[in-house]
């Protein structure tokens, strides 16, 4: 079959809400025309949000780079003997939380490097202190790549690291580290970390113990097409048996301060292709988030009418991708934010991190504007 056969019949699938094969999936990664994706994905993206679109106002907070992993992917993450590295007191991660924080605050995003003397207690007791200082602010914290260690780390299961950070304070848990599960790519990209199946894993047992998280997909270096499809169908599969994925972010691979830094800067039109792909063939993923960080606010407006309803938040303080060369800016005010999601033509509507609304008083609304 031909290509411009296929995406005949792709696009009655989708108007038909027919599931979309591996081949299918492909045949969208293939076509240049980008037009006709996008307006599949925007269909996908209108029938189950209209014109409704999701940002939160958030902080990062990363309490250490040390990293006991050598990915090759990541500018981050440094040794402990390296006099760059840094590692945060609890009262400094608590300190970090509260600057420039207001009653807007929704969300902390709370991620770091594999420390190797770090301790699970020390985790619990940093969730502990943040609940305590900032009891209406959620936390979203750590990857399944961080569970898996302290579960290795403590000798104990995945389950209970999670049930016992989750006891802590842990509300749920974002989507990165997943990278892209391929054996044949992460033995280049990221070889010290657990493989597919172990993210996988971990994140089967956190949406079983109640904990809501998100799924990301880092693309842009050596995968392949099918490598790519192959990771968004797994993701799928997951879902289907846990329904605990709430938003799934491509990322962009940015190469700069990496081993990998021969490779080159993914362009928009991959960027806007990965989100458009990704609303198509992750069909029971409720939300698509352009990441404003990784791809730039200007591409992630684009992304809002091919595919994604969701463009992150305010962020405040972005060191993962600003260290590997992001020239954007490290926090978009809340008006900002509003502003490229109404000249996209859409309907800003401020989120928590489980997709509620947020109502604001007067006070606060003047504090962020
Ligand atoms: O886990 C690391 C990736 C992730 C590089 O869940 C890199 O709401 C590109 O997961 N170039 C961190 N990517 C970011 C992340 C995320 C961001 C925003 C929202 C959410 C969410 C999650 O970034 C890492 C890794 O997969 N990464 N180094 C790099 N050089």
Known sequence: MNDEVHMKQIAEKVEAGVRLSREDGEALYRTSDILAVGRLANLVRERLHGDTTFFNVNRHINPTDVCVASCRLCAFGKKARDPKSYTMTLEQVWETAGQGYSEAVSEFHIVGGLHPELTLDWYCQMLRGLKERFPQVHLKAFTMVEISYLAQRGKISIREVLQRLKDAGMDSMPGGGAEVFSERVRRIICDHKIDGNEWLNVARAAHQ??????????????????????????????????????????????????????????????????????????????????????????????????????????VVEEKIYHDAGATTSQSLRRGDLFRLITEAGRVPFERDTLYRPVERNEATFTVLV
Request: charged residues 20%; contains cysteine.
């Open 209 to 314: 113990i109640g904990l809501k998280s998100n799924c990301t997909m880092l693309y842009g270096h050596i995968e392949s097409e099918a490598d790519r499809v192959d990771h968004l169908v797994r993701l799928r599969e997951l879902q289907d048996e846990t329904g605990g994925f709430v938003t799934f972010i491509p990322l962009a691979f940015h190469p700069a301060n990496t081993p990998l830094h021969h490779i080159p800067k993914t362009t928009g039109f991959d960027d806007i292709r990965n989100i458009a792909v990704a609303r198509l063939m992750l069909d029971n993923i409720p939300h698509i988030k352009a990441y404003w960080v990784m791809m730039s606010p200007a591409i992630a407006q684009i992304a809002l009418r091919m595919g994604a309803d969701d463009i992150d938040g305010t």
